[in-house]
């Protein structure tokens, strides 16, 4: 059974090895290469059909801390909320969107493309026209691969691209995966994080069945992690039981540091970049390296 004290130590041997929060040894994952040549993007979709478990936030600080370590990075903006958008402050009206790449598969992906603050992070916004695309793609042929046929066009001029997806299993999120490389699941460390899980995961076979064969989990990464409470220990203590190292190992904690962030609208690698916060998502960028997940 995984441990989830934060300090606790145990016998290996002769030594006390410090467990990290989920229970395994604590990992330094090494400092990432610089790249020598960009591209081709690997894709990754940040979904969780829950809402407010960290999908924007994690695109957010993901995105500017893989930046920072010289991957190119494009955002996508897949929510009609268009809070991805905002968290990065970059203007969503009178603007080409997402959903105008969608609509017209002819339209040159790089017209929507807008530079953000943080220098190697671009992103294609979205605004509340998105929540017509379900409606429009419904009589499209090949509707579920419309987002893929988009991204391939720019995939060239990135090493990730990351899509914050909508809190639903509908038509945007499957064409989100079926666009996709890998998913990256952010889970909150609440009661009911579990519930929803299943059936989210369920949708990933059945898109690797029907539409996109080579879509892999990347992992799972917890978040709103409180250590002084038993109650989140406990939550992550179950997710590891149940998704094993698919859970990584890097967890991010819960501070006030996040929404305050985001209503500034820059990444909390910018906002307090000593924060532990900022440093952990500066870690998950790290971890997905090592891993593979990312070039
Ligand atoms: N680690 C954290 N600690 C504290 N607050 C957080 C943390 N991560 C995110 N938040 C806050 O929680 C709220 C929800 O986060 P976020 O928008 O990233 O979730 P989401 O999964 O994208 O939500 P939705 O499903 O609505 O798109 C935001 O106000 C955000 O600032
Ligand atoms: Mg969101």
New binding site residues.
Partial sequence: MASTQTDRTRLAGFDEVPLGPTGRPKQDFDEPRPLKSHGPARIIS?C?????????????NLGAALAGYGRRVLAIDF?P?G??SA?LGVPTHDVPTIYDLLLSGSKDPSIAIQQTAVEGLDIIPANIDLSAAEVHLVNEVAREQILARVLRKVSADYDVILI????SLGILTVNALTASHGVLI?L?CEFFALRGVALLIETIDKVRDRLNPAIELDGILA???DSRTLHSREVLERVVDAFGDRVLETV???????????VAGVPITDFAPEHP?AK?YMQVARELIVRGAVA
């Fill in positions: 940040l969780n059909q829950k809402g407010g478990v960290g999908k924007t936030t994690t695109t957010i929510d909320q809070a991805l968290g914050d997806c909508q809190p952010p909150e978040t709103m992690f991010i904690g819960r501070t006030v540091k996040f929404p305050d962030a985001s916060a952990a």
